[in-house]
């Protein structure tokens, strides 16, 4: 499965490790490439310009995020859990 190309803010949160207030003072402050979803005060931003403020600020950028898989499933969105050993 591929990775989303294009991420909400809660997304960008746990991906940087950080609340996502902090997540959206850095979107504001235009530390990060993001646009308004239209109609509605949401923001998206590109993967691919968050890997790079990431990468600018020496935060590791770990392979996957498997909440942040793209699969055809209803929401869009695949959580896989693999502590459950039951």
């Known amino acids: 499965m591929a990775l989303r190309s294009v991420l909400t803010v809660g997304d960008v949160a746990r991906m940087c490790c950080v609340a996502p207030r902090t997540a959206v003072i850095w979107l504001d402050q235009g530390l990060i490439k993001s646009w308004r979803v239209p109609g509605s005060p949401d923001r998206r931003v590109h993967r691919i310009d968050l890997e790079h403020f990431m990468r600018q600020n020496g935060m590791e950028i770990l392979l996957t995020y498997p909440e942040l898989v ?17």
């Open 70 to 86: 793209y699969s055809k499933s209803k929401r869009g969105i695949r959580y896989d859990d693999d502590d459950d050993d039951e």
